[in-house]
């Protein structure tokens, strides 16, 4: 599954094993052992896939944002495929990577510690589901619904006093609440789309320079210092070829 996210989306081994790693640690919920987390991974892979055809961002502008927010994101209980698509609505929007991650986690930490304060100035009830978890979605659409007749001056003054000035910015760009619960919805259900992509990915002419490059890195693992500089030098020069 590693390989078929990193394949399907050009980015390189060591990013598509961290980023598949994060999600694993910090979205398997409370009881789901790990092991069964990993059968999932075809669905989790292509999630992301998915998240990178959506929006202005590609998986390692992914793994920057999860960096900053998959630990908040995670003990609130939202799902992967939630996080993945506000992360993906805030790259349209100009706050991509870390910046769109950093901007996220504040707006969550606030969202959480204020949650009384909010209720009482905006005159709203959090969505909270059965287990007690918050509904971001649910909640920040009646954010959006409490301030739909207040000026834009003021409501960026009540926002930027509930999440402070970096929260807002994601608040403000996640305001598409109902594209984002699409995206959500889509994310979510995933399936092999990561292979799919990689098997078209090696289908190109791009791909056929990639496994060629792949082989020859094989032989000069094998062949060590007997063969090193000639091996090296094609090596450069088809990855040369694969990146133009």
């Known amino acids: 599954s590693i390989l078929d996210l990193a394949r399907g989306t050009s980015t390189d081994l060591e990013t598509s094993a961290n980023i598949f790693i994060r999600a694993i640690s910090a979205f398997t919920k409370n009881g789901v052992q790990f092991n069964q987390a990993l059968s999932e991974s075809n669905k989790i892979v292509s999630q992301f896939v998915l998240a990178t055809r959506a929006g202005v961002l ?14 908040t994101a995670g003990s609130l209980n939202i799902s992967l495929a939630e996080t993945l698509a ?80 970096r929260g ?8 598409a609440v109902e594209k984002i619960d699409e995206l959500r919805i889509k994310l979510a259900g ?12 090696d289908q190109g002419i791009g791909g056929t320079f990639r496994l060629m490059k792949s082989a020859i890195e094989d032989l000069n693992i094998e062949l060590e210092k007997m063969a090193q500089g000639p091996v090296i030098v094609i090596a450069e020069i088809i990855k040369q070829l694969a990146t133009d």
């Open 58 to 71: 590609d998986l390692t502008d992914l793994e920057a944002g999860l960096r900053y927010v998959q630990g």
């Open 86 to 165: 506000v992360l993906t609505e805030l790259s349209n929007k100009g706050l991509v990577g870390s910046i769109g991650g950093t901007s996220l986690n504040t707006a969550l930490n606030n969202l959480a510690k204020k949650q009384a304060d909010i209720e009482k100035s905006l005159q709203i009830k959090f969505v909270i589901s059965p287990e007690g978890d918050v509904n971001f979605l649910g909640t920040l659409d009646k954010v959006f619904n409490a301030l739909k007749n207040v000026g834009s001056i003021k409501r960026t003054q009540i926002l930027g006093d509930i999440f402070n000035l």
């Open 190 to 201: 995933a399936t092999d789309q990561a292979r799919k992509s990689a098997v078209i990915m």
């Open 168 to 175: 807002t910015r994601a608040i403000q760009a996640a305001n």
